[in-house]
């Protein structure tokens, strides 16, 4: 399970952002950011929005990859 995997889950378990960022070694923005997001797609069943597709990271700006997965 990865980091990201993990937010929700232990925020489901009453963990606050701060617990979780110390737990996770990663800063509290993170956590709220992935909670946020998480928090948002609540109204979306699963069969549209799948537990892998919400947990993806969000597009980001910038230039095209230059390498391809193969």
Known sequence: ??????????????SS???IGRELALDVETVRLWRDR????QGIDLETLNVAERLQDAPRLGAPPKFTAE
Do not use: E, F, S
């Not at 399970?1 to 009453?14: C, E, N, R, S």
């Not at 998480?38 to 797609?41: E, I, R």
């Open 38 to 41: 998480w928090v948002g797609l």
């Open 17 to 19: 952002n701060a617990q």
């Open 1 to 14: 399970m990865t980091l990201v995997h993990k937010i929700p889950v232990a925020a489901a378990q009453g």
